[in-house]
T-cell receptor
Framework: AQRVTQPEKLLSVFKGAPVELKCNYSYSGSPELFWYVQYSRQRLQLLLRHISRESIKGFTADLNKGETSFHLKKPFAQEEDSAMYYCALTGRGMLTFGGGTRLMVKP | DTAVSQTPKYLVTQMGNDKSIKCEQNLGHDTMYWYKQDSKKFLKIMFSYNNKELIINETVPNRFSPKSPDKAHLNLHINSLELGDSAVYFC?????????????FGPGTRLTVL
Protein backbone atom coordinates (compact mmCIF):
# COMPACT_ATOMS: atom_id res chain seq x y z
CA ALA A 1 0.00 0.00 0.00
CA GLN A 2 1.09 3.56 -0.55
CA ARG A 3 0.92 6.03 2.30
CA VAL A 4 1.95 9.63 2.90
CA THR A 5 2.43 11.05 6.37
CA GLN A 6 2.67 14.70 7.31
CA PRO A 7 3.30 14.67 11.06
CA GLU A 8 2.52 18.34 11.68
CA LYS A 9 -1.05 19.54 11.33
CA LEU A 10 -0.03 23.12 12.03
CA LEU A 11 3.26 24.92 11.69
CA SER A 12 3.52 28.50 12.85
CA VAL A 13 6.61 30.63 12.14
CA PHE A 14 7.55 34.28 12.03
CA LYS A 15 8.22 36.10 8.79
CA GLY A 16 11.81 35.64 7.72
CA ALA A 17 12.28 32.40 9.65
CA PRO A 18 13.21 29.15 7.89
CA VAL A 19 10.43 26.69 7.20
CA GLU A 20 10.47 22.92 6.87
CA LEU A 21 7.27 20.98 6.27
CA LYS A 22 7.85 17.31 6.83
CA CYS A 23 6.64 14.52 4.59
CA ASN A 24 7.35 10.81 4.84
CA TYR A 25 6.07 8.17 2.50
CA SER A 26 5.66 4.45 2.25
CA TYR A 27 5.80 2.83 -1.17
CA SER A 28 7.48 -0.31 -2.42
CA GLY A 29 8.37 0.93 -5.91
CA SER A 30 9.81 4.16 -7.30
CA PRO A 31 7.44 6.94 -6.29
CA GLU A 32 6.68 10.24 -7.94
CA LEU A 33 6.32 12.88 -5.25
CA PHE A 34 4.62 16.26 -5.26
CA TRP A 35 3.78 19.19 -3.07
CA TYR A 36 0.39 20.81 -3.60
CA VAL A 37 -0.69 24.07 -1.97
CA GLN A 38 -4.11 25.53 -1.18
CA TYR A 39 -4.13 29.25 -0.42
CA SER A 40 -7.13 30.72 1.35
CA ARG A 41 -10.19 30.75 -0.90
CA GLN A 42 -8.23 29.33 -3.81
CA ARG A 43 -8.15 25.93 -5.43
CA LEU A 44 -5.54 23.30 -4.75
CA GLN A 45 -2.58 23.70 -7.10
CA LEU A 46 0.72 22.05 -7.76
CA LEU A 47 3.68 23.70 -6.05
CA LEU A 48 6.48 21.43 -7.17
CA ARG A 49 7.36 17.85 -8.09
CA HIS A 50 10.50 15.95 -7.30
CA ILE A 51 11.32 15.00 -10.89
CA SER A 52 11.61 18.66 -11.86
CA ARG A 53 14.16 19.48 -9.15
CA GLU A 54 12.95 23.05 -9.32
CA SER A 55 12.51 25.87 -6.84
CA ILE A 56 9.10 27.47 -6.85
CA LYS A 57 8.39 30.62 -4.81
CA GLY A 58 11.62 29.93 -2.95
CA PHE A 59 10.51 26.42 -1.92
CA THR A 60 12.58 23.31 -2.59
CA ALA A 61 12.08 19.67 -1.77
CA ASP A 62 14.57 16.83 -2.04
CA LEU A 63 13.59 13.21 -2.30
CA ASN A 64 15.53 11.13 0.22
CA LYS A 65 14.91 7.50 -0.62
CA GLY A 66 16.94 6.26 2.33
CA GLU A 67 14.74 8.10 4.79
CA THR A 68 11.65 7.89 2.54
CA SER A 69 11.13 11.61 2.96
CA PHE A 70 10.27 14.57 0.77
CA HIS A 71 10.43 17.55 3.11
CA LEU A 72 9.51 21.00 1.80
CA LYS A 73 11.87 23.82 2.73
CA LYS A 74 12.15 27.55 2.39
CA PRO A 75 14.96 29.59 3.95
CA PHE A 76 12.93 32.74 4.64
CA ALA A 77 9.15 32.47 5.08
CA GLN A 78 6.85 35.20 3.80
CA GLU A 79 3.36 36.05 5.01
CA GLU A 80 1.94 35.11 1.61
CA ASP A 81 3.24 31.57 2.15
CA SER A 82 0.46 30.99 4.68
CA ALA A 83 -1.60 28.16 3.26
CA MET A 84 -2.45 24.48 3.50
CA TYR A 85 0.31 22.26 2.09
CA TYR A 86 -0.21 18.69 0.95
CA CYS A 87 2.49 16.19 0.14
CA ALA A 88 1.36 13.61 -2.43
CA LEU A 89 2.65 10.45 -4.04
CA THR A 90 1.69 8.65 -7.23
CA GLY A 91 2.22 4.99 -7.70
CA ARG A 92 0.08 2.26 -9.22
CA GLY A 93 -1.96 4.93 -10.97
CA MET A 94 -3.27 6.72 -7.91
CA LEU A 95 -2.42 10.03 -6.26
CA THR A 96 -2.34 9.66 -2.47
CA PHE A 97 -2.28 12.77 -0.31
CA GLY A 98 -0.88 13.26 3.14
CA GLY A 99 -3.08 14.76 5.82
CA GLY A 100 -1.87 18.28 5.08
CA THR A 101 0.02 20.87 7.12
CA ARG A 102 -1.32 24.35 7.71
CA LEU A 103 1.51 26.86 7.56
CA MET A 104 0.93 30.16 9.32
CA VAL A 105 3.51 32.87 8.83
CA LYS A 106 3.18 35.61 11.40
CA PRO A 107 4.34 39.20 10.78
CA ASP B 1 -10.59 30.72 -19.45
CA THR B 2 -9.19 27.20 -19.40
CA ALA B 3 -9.81 25.41 -16.13
CA VAL B 4 -11.69 22.81 -14.17
CA SER B 5 -15.09 24.06 -13.10
CA GLN B 6 -17.65 22.64 -10.68
CA THR B 7 -21.25 23.43 -9.96
CA PRO B 8 -22.68 24.20 -7.54
CA LYS B 9 -20.13 25.84 -5.28
CA TYR B 10 -22.30 25.32 -2.21
CA LEU B 11 -24.95 22.69 -1.63
CA VAL B 12 -27.11 22.50 1.49
CA THR B 13 -29.63 19.71 1.68
CA GLN B 14 -31.53 17.41 4.01
CA MET B 15 -30.63 13.86 4.94
CA GLY B 16 -32.10 11.31 2.58
CA ASN B 17 -32.14 13.57 -0.46
CA ASP B 18 -30.41 12.83 -3.77
CA LYS B 19 -28.07 15.44 -5.24
CA SER B 20 -25.59 15.85 -8.09
CA ILE B 21 -22.39 17.80 -8.51
CA LYS B 22 -21.16 18.59 -12.00
CA CYS B 23 -17.60 18.92 -13.19
CA GLU B 24 -16.23 20.08 -16.51
CA GLN B 25 -12.68 20.54 -17.76
CA ASN B 26 -11.70 22.26 -20.97
CA LEU B 27 -8.02 21.37 -20.77
CA GLY B 28 -8.35 18.46 -23.17
CA HIS B 29 -7.31 16.02 -20.45
CA ASP B 30 -8.03 12.30 -20.62
CA THR B 31 -8.35 11.61 -16.90
CA MET B 32 -10.70 13.06 -14.31
CA TYR B 33 -11.06 12.52 -10.56
CA TRP B 34 -13.28 13.12 -7.59
CA TYR B 35 -11.77 13.78 -4.17
CA LYS B 36 -13.39 14.26 -0.78
CA GLN B 37 -11.92 16.69 1.76
CA ASP B 38 -13.28 16.16 5.25
CA SER B 39 -13.58 18.64 8.11
CA LYS B 40 -10.01 17.92 9.17
CA LYS B 41 -8.80 18.85 5.67
CA PHE B 42 -7.86 15.25 4.87
CA LEU B 43 -8.03 14.77 1.10
CA LYS B 44 -8.89 11.35 -0.27
CA ILE B 45 -9.51 10.11 -3.77
CA MET B 46 -12.92 8.65 -4.50
CA PHE B 47 -12.99 7.91 -8.23
CA SER B 48 -10.88 8.22 -11.31
CA TYR B 49 -12.03 8.05 -14.93
CA ASN B 50 -9.80 7.72 -17.97
CA ASN B 51 -11.41 8.27 -21.36
CA LYS B 52 -14.87 7.88 -19.81
CA GLU B 53 -13.98 4.57 -18.17
CA LEU B 54 -13.84 4.01 -14.42
CA ILE B 55 -10.34 3.05 -13.34
CA ILE B 56 -10.29 3.79 -9.61
CA ASN B 57 -13.07 3.29 -7.09
CA GLU B 58 -11.75 3.69 -3.60
CA THR B 59 -14.23 1.81 -1.41
CA VAL B 60 -16.83 4.49 -1.78
CA PRO B 61 -20.42 3.55 -0.79
CA ASN B 62 -22.74 2.57 -3.62
CA ARG B 63 -24.78 5.68 -2.89
CA PHE B 64 -22.09 7.58 -4.80
CA SER B 65 -22.26 7.09 -8.54
CA PRO B 66 -19.97 8.94 -10.91
CA LYS B 67 -20.99 9.43 -14.52
CA SER B 68 -18.81 10.53 -17.38
CA PRO B 69 -20.87 11.39 -20.48
CA ASP B 70 -17.70 12.44 -22.30
CA LYS B 71 -14.02 13.04 -21.60
CA ALA B 72 -14.65 16.63 -20.52
CA HIS B 73 -17.28 15.87 -17.90
CA LEU B 74 -17.38 13.82 -14.72
CA ASN B 75 -20.48 14.23 -12.61
CA LEU B 76 -21.05 12.88 -9.12
CA HIS B 77 -24.50 11.74 -8.07
CA ILE B 78 -25.18 10.96 -4.42
CA ASN B 79 -28.27 9.06 -3.29
CA SER B 80 -29.80 9.04 0.18
CA LEU B 81 -27.47 11.66 1.59
CA GLU B 82 -26.15 11.11 5.11
CA LEU B 83 -24.70 13.51 7.67
CA GLY B 84 -21.25 12.02 7.13
CA ASP B 85 -21.32 13.04 3.49
CA SER B 86 -20.84 16.65 4.52
CA ALA B 87 -17.48 17.66 3.08
CA VAL B 88 -15.86 19.59 0.29
CA TYR B 89 -15.76 17.63 -2.96
CA PHE B 90 -13.04 18.44 -5.47
CA CYS B 91 -12.96 17.49 -9.09
CA UNK B 92 -9.58 17.30 -10.84
CA UNK B 93 -8.14 16.36 -14.20
CA UNK B 94 -4.78 15.36 -15.65
CA UNK B 95 -3.48 14.75 -19.14
CA UNK B 96 -2.95 11.08 -18.45
CA UNK B 97 -2.94 8.63 -15.58
CA UNK B 98 -1.18 10.34 -12.67
CA UNK B 99 2.33 9.01 -13.12
CA UNK B 100 4.23 12.25 -12.75
CA UNK B 101 1.33 14.21 -14.19
CA UNK B 102 0.15 17.42 -12.59
CA UNK B 103 -3.47 17.36 -11.54
CA UNK B 104 -5.59 20.47 -12.01
CA PHE B 105 -8.27 20.99 -9.41
CA GLY B 106 -11.67 22.59 -9.47
CA PRO B 107 -12.69 25.15 -6.85
CA GLY B 108 -14.57 22.59 -4.79
CA THR B 109 -18.21 22.05 -3.82
CA ARG B 110 -19.04 22.42 -0.16
CA LEU B 111 -21.80 19.95 0.65
CA THR B 112 -23.68 20.35 3.93
CA VAL B 113 -26.17 17.68 4.90
CA LEU B 114 -28.59 18.70 7.64
Amino acid sequence: AQRVTQPEKLLSVFKGAPVELKCNYSYSGSPELFWYVQYSRQRLQLLLRHISRESIKGFTADLNKGETSFHLKKPFAQEEDSAMYYCALTGRGMLTFGGGTRLMVKP
Amino acid sequence: DTAVSQTPKYLVTQMGNDKSIKCEQNLGHDTMYWYKQDSKKFLKIMFSYNNKELIINETVPNRFSPKSPDKAHLNLHINSLELGDSAVYFCASSQDFPRGEEQFFGPGTRLTVL
